[in-house]
C-alpha cells in the first residue's frame, strides 16, 4: 500500500518521462500488484475488490484535487480496477490448479 501511495502521489516533477502507455501500465501493474498480495494475506473478496475499486476512484480524484499537478483520468480508474481482477483471478486460478 506504501507503495502505491508513492507512485500515485508523487508531484508530477517527481514522474519520470516515459514513452506513451506506460502510464496505464504502472496504474495496471499496481493494482494487480495489490490485489495478488491481499489475497496472498488473506483478504476475503466480498471486501477486497470493492476496496480497490472504490481507491482506485479515491486516488483519481485525489490526483486531481491535490496541488501535485496530476490529473484525474478515469481511464487511470478503470486500469487500476482491471489489473485488481486480474491480480486477482491470478491467484485464485494459481491455487485452485494446485489442488
Do not use: N
Not at 498480495?37 to 476512484?57: N, V
Not at 490529473?71 to 494459481?94: H, K, M, N, P, Q
Request: charged letters at 10%; hydrophobic letters at 55%.
Amino acid at each position: 500500500m506504501l507503495v502505491s501511495w508513492a507512485v500515485l502521489f508523487t508531484p508530477e516533477s517527481g514522474v519520470p518521462s516515459a514513452p506513451p502507455g506506460t502510464d496505464k501500465v504502472v496504474h495496471f501493474t499496481l493494482f494487480a500488484a495489490l490485489a495478488i498480495t491481499a489475497r496472498i494475506a488473506g483478504a476475503r473478496t466480498a471486501w477486497l475488490l470493492p476496496s480497490l475499486a472504490a481507491y482506485a476512484a479515491l486516488s483519481e480524484l485525489l490526483q486531481g484535487a491535490l496541488p501535485i499537478g496530476r490529473s484525474c483520468e478515469a481511464l487511470d480508474a478503470l486500469v487500476d480496477i482491471a489489473g485488481a481482477l486480474i491480480g486477482w483471478a491470478a491467484v485464485r486460478f494459481t491455487a485452485a490448479s494446485s489442488r
